[in-house]
Each structure stands twice: as structure tokens, then as C-alpha cells.
């Protein structure tokens, strides 16, 4: 049982009713007549955060990967419902350090909460489980989709890639890197950064958006299927930070190390299609929201995603993005 | 540390920029300019079901009991989004059967699925967590709140008061009925009637209104606290089922038993306030809506709720609702 066959197959029927929920094929959904674009991302320990992780960080995350939605399909954001349900042995005061996360990224982000729900496992181990329902205002020119893009689209990602799988690996002691990588990598994973400018200045301009969550090549893939094309990315063209290229460089084949740190997941940039006569668009857009966005390849005919290597060869890829349900 | 304190005092400043939270002093919230009502609640196998439930019954749980709560703000459903966390273990059929129960209330009570998110937990003991968050139109009238009674105000109550709890006491064996009485009983547990129709109806003609989920006496406290204000509840007027009836029957102190009724919770019907005037229009409303509505006691000046024997006595009340965070 995969997550996407149980999504498209059990729940997507019960949207029949809800064309603002396109049929559970993209990011987010529409609703009262499109005024709102609506987001739900659940985060629990152990699964999407490391248990040991400090509240305030855990809470300031809920906040960036749902904003990281709104961010890919152009929205503002308005605000949230948050659903918390705690181990029975929590204390008070990290519910209240997880508060003062919340207020700071509310405050970052002019993002309030609205209500919500919490209560209490009835295990003292039962893990921090958390829901939130994100809500914003779509551009102008409505919902950048998932869907939409055309054979010959380019393909662009914003900011670096790889880091946060990078920082899991070093949090988890599973990778060594040096005292400031280290730091630079895990706060990538702790503290992703919602690309809002970036989202909104694409917004009428890209053919289709989607964040990277699940590894830049499943959601390559995910994007290039929602419009029936297949996604072909230049390995050497994936932007990497000055850590994840150090990394890199101790692999003797480096594209098979890209590869990996283009499945890793959790990276929360955006990536976005957009027609090739648009290239200077996207460059000014990106400029004005003081965003690194860089050009990695294109949507051709035919489906999947491809990493291609110097020499025009696909990278055999191992890892083809998270699925809750098939660990 | 208490539910309530904790909401009050380490979420609601959270709410300080969002008016529409009602400082998180009601059971649901506006947004998008009071175009929508919100709320969101969450239900955990162990602690809001029986870890045994069949999943169908659940999912129609789950939705009616956010129903329940737009009910009580004079809502119009219009759709929701949907967050599960399933146990590891958790096979195909299970889901396929909570997906069933989805169907079929949302059919009932035209309210489709429009997104949400669903992901496993780490272990296999994970419990099921179920968010949801249900949005609406408000009523005309705008929504009922919990607060805006005046002393003197009349109580009502929809239906009858402390069934569902009978009923998780016959399907946890804590209690014996006959076969038929079980059933009855263990179907207002499974399946609490969210009350649209006379929520609709009374919107505009309640001054307060919330609907009874942590126990009748302790939903008439928080309504009348809303308004400043003290609940007096008439023992003798609290509406039962036979079922129920039979059981308060049983006991030589039958206020005693009516008042432990009256602590259960999960009864899911609206308990609101009109003024003695509108007796008549409350009266009508109940007809349109065909809903059993019952004057059970007034609002006056002071503090707390308080139940009335037939000698007009207080009765001494042991539970004073459910707290997932002082059980």
C-alpha cells in the first residue's frame, strides 16, 4: 500500500463534491469560491522530527513547511488552526517553549492562530503529534497549480539542495562534517525557509509549482505527472550550498552523491516550471524577491524524472522520495 | 496544569492579531472577513473512542462531532479537511472501511472532503489521531457565540442529556442494560446527531449558545461564564431517554443519578440561551427544525453552574467535566 495509491484511490473519491480539491492532486485546495487557499500538514515525532528536538524549533518547523505550500501555489498568508496532541508525561513549561516558537514564525510571517484542538495521548509515550490548517489568499491571477506546465517548459528550484537531508545525517551522527557545516545543515533541517516572496512573484508567470518536500526528484516527478510530461534534470546545474558541495566532493562519482542529495526530502524550496520566453521574467522576479533561483533543467514528453549527468547519461537513482507507507 | 488554563493562558495570546479567534473563548472561529466558521477537533484511539470501534463508525464520529460544533454556531457545512495518523500495523481494509463512514456522512450532511493529510506513525502502537478542521457559512445572523446572554435568560437544551455516556459504560461493561436499551445507548455514543437544523434555526434568536461535549453542567458553566454570568439547571427538567430514565430509576437518589447524567459528556446536542420573550419563537424554531428542545433552567447573576433538586436544593456534583489534562 503506497501513500499516493491510498490517497488517489481511498480519499480522492470522497472529493467528488469539491472541485476546490482537485481531486487531492495538488498541494492545497480552494474553497469558498476560491477565495482561500487551504494547506494541512501533520508533523509527529519520531517520524517528521527528531524526539529530541527543542519545542520552540519543532513548533517554528510546523509553521515554515505549511507556509512552504502556500508559498509554492502564490498565496498570502492569513493564519492557522493548530491540533497538538501531547505525550501524557508533558510539562508545562514545553508547552510553553513550543509557544514561544509559535509566536516567533507567527510573528516572521504575519501568520496568527485561529483555534484548533489539544489534548493528550493516553500513553505516556504516545508521541507529540501535531495538525496544523494553514489558510491564505491566492494572487491575482488565482493558484499557481501543480499541473499546467508544457513539453518544452524549463524547470527552476530555489535556494540549495540537499542540505536538510545532510543535517538529518548529522543530527543523527550518521555523517561527519565540520563544527560550522554541521550547524549550517541542521539548522536547514530544523528551520526550513517558506520561499513567500518568491511563491508570489511567480504567481501568474510559472505553468506549475510544487514545494520540494519528498526529494527534489520525486516531486520533480510529481509535478511533470500532474501534466503529463517528463521532468529531465541537469545534475551538475542542481544548486548546492558551500557544505553540501563539500560533501560532494569526497564522492568519487559526484553526480551519484547530487542524486542522493536530490532524494533526500525536506528541503521546502520551490520548483517551478515556467516556458523558456519567460526566462528573463522568472530572473527579475527572483531579484525582487531577493530569492536564489536557479534554472536545473526542463519537462519534455513522456513521464517520470531523470538526473542526467555530464555526459548525458541518467543517474541511477536509488531512493525515489519518502512514502510513509512503504518504509 | 488544566485544559483551560493552558489554552487560556499560554495559546490564546497567540490570538491577539486575529480577532476572529474570539481569543479562543468559543468553540469555533471567522475568517476570511466572518465569510467562514472554523473548528477543528481531534479524536485519538484510547482517549475520544474505543480502541475497538469499527473505523466507519469513527470516521462518522469525527464528522459529526465537528458538525456538532458548527451546529451550535448556526453554520451551514460546507466542507472539511482531514488528518490521520495511522498505527503502523494499520492494513488496506481498515482504511477502506474509514473511508466508508466518511462517505456516508458526508453524503448526509453535504459536506465534502477537500484535502488534508495522512501519514503512519513510527510504531506500531501508534494510536490512530484523527484532526479535523470543518469550515462553514455563517447563518445570516452571523454566528451564535458563546457569549451575549443577559440574566434572566432561559436554558435550552436539544435532545436528551447523558445517553452517549450510558452507553460507553455498556460497551466498556461497566454497566448492564437490556439488549435493547444497549443498543440505543451505545448508538448515541457511536453516532451523536449533529443538530444543523435548530442550530440554523435559532441563530439570531439565542443570545449564547455551545454545544454539550464535556458534560451538560460543565458546558453550562463555560456558556455561562462567557456571559458573566451563573447557570441554574433544574434537575427534574433535564430531558432523558427511556434508556436513561430507567437507569435514574434504579437509584434512590434520583437527582444524584441525573446529576452524574449531566457530568458525562459527549452528548453532542447545543445547549443555548434565549430570553423568556422569545419563548414562543424558540418553540416555533424547534418545530421547523423538528428537534426535541427542552427548557432545563436560566441564566442568572453570580458564577458557576448549579443543578436544582425538586426541593430546590443544589445537588452535590462530583465530575465537573472532562480534562484531558488533569484525568
Redesign the interface.
Known amino acids: 500500500?503506497s501513500?499516493f495509491d491510498?490517497?488517489r484511490e481511498?480519499?480522492a473519491?470522497?472529493?467528488?463534491?469539491?472541485p476546490?480539491?482537485f481531486s487531492?492532486k495538488d498541494d492545497?485546495?480552494m474553497?469558498?469560491d476560491g477565495?482561500?487557499v487551504?494547506?494541512?500538514?501533520?508533523m509527529?515525532a519520531?517520524?517528521?522530527f527528531l524526539t529530541k528536538d527543542p519545542l520552540d524549533l519543532v513548533a517554528r518547523k510546523l509553521i515554515r513547511v505549511n507556509l512552504s505550500d502556500l508559498a509554492a501555489k502564490g498565496a498570502k498568508p492569513?493564519?492557522y488552526?493548530?491540533?497538538c496532541?501531547w505525550p501524557a508525561s508533558i510539562k508545562?513549561e514545553k508547552?510553553?517553549l513550543f509557544?514561544t516558537g509559535?509566536?516567533e514564525d507567527?510573528e516572521t510571517y504575519?501568520c496568527?492562530?485561529?483555534?484548533?484542538?489539544?489534548?493528550?495521548?493516553?500513553?505516556k509515550?504516545?508521541?507529540l503529534?501535531l495538525?496544523a490548517?494553514f489558510?491564505g489568499a491566492p494572487s491575482k491571477s488565482g493558484m499557481t497549480m501543480r499541473s499546467g506546465a508544457a513539453a518544452g517548459d524549463d524547470l527552476y528550484v530555489t535556494g540549495t539542495i540537499g542540505d536538510a537531508g545532510l543535517g538529518l545525517r548529522a543530527l543523527k551522527k550518521e555523517e561527519k562534517f565540520t563544527t560550522v557545516d554541521k550547524a549550517s545543515l541542521a539548522g536547514r533541517y530544523h528551520l526550513p525557509e517558506p520561499r513567500l516572496s518568491l511563491g508570489a512573484a511567480i504567481a501568474g508567470l510559472a505553468t506549475a509549482s510544487i514545494d520540494v518536500s519528498d526529494g527534489l526528484i520525486a516531486d520533480a516527478e510529481h509535478l511533470a505527472k500532474a501534466s503529463g510530461l517528463r521532468a529531465e534534470l541537469d545534475a551538475s546545474a542542481i544548486p548546492l550550498s558551500q557544505a553540501a558541495g563539500t560533501w560532494v566532493g569526497t564522492f568519487n562519482d559526484q553526480s551519484e552523491a547530487i542524486a542522493e542529495l536530490a532524494s533526500f526530502g525536506d528541503d521546502y524550496e520551490i520548483l517551478f516550471a515556467a516556458p523558456p520566453a519567460m526566462r528573463r521574467s522568472v530572473s527579475v522576479a527572483a531579484k525582487a524577491a531577493r530569492t536564489e533561483v536557479t534554472r536545473i533543467g526542463a519537462l519534455v514528453r513522456g513521464e517520470g524524472a531523470v538526473l542526467i549527468d555530464s555526459d548525458g547519461e541518467a543517474v541511477q537513482i536509488n531512493a525515489a522520495g519518502y512514502d510513509?507507507?512503504t518504509?
Chains 1, 2 share one sequence.
Do not use: Y
Open positions: 500500500m501513500e491510498l490517497i481511498v480519499f473519491p470522497l472529493t467528488e463534491e469539491a476546490g480539491a487531492l492545497a485546495a474553497i469558498n477565495s482561500l487551504v494547506t494541512k500538514d501533520i509527529i519520531g517520524v517528521h492569513q493564519g488552526f493548530l491540533g496532541v508545562r508547552i510553553e509557544a509559535l509566536r507567527q504575519r496568527p492562530l485561529f483555534g484548533g484542538d489539544t489534548t493528550v495521548h493516553a500513553t509515550t504516545g508521541p503529534t495538525s490548517t489558510f510513509h507507507f518504509r
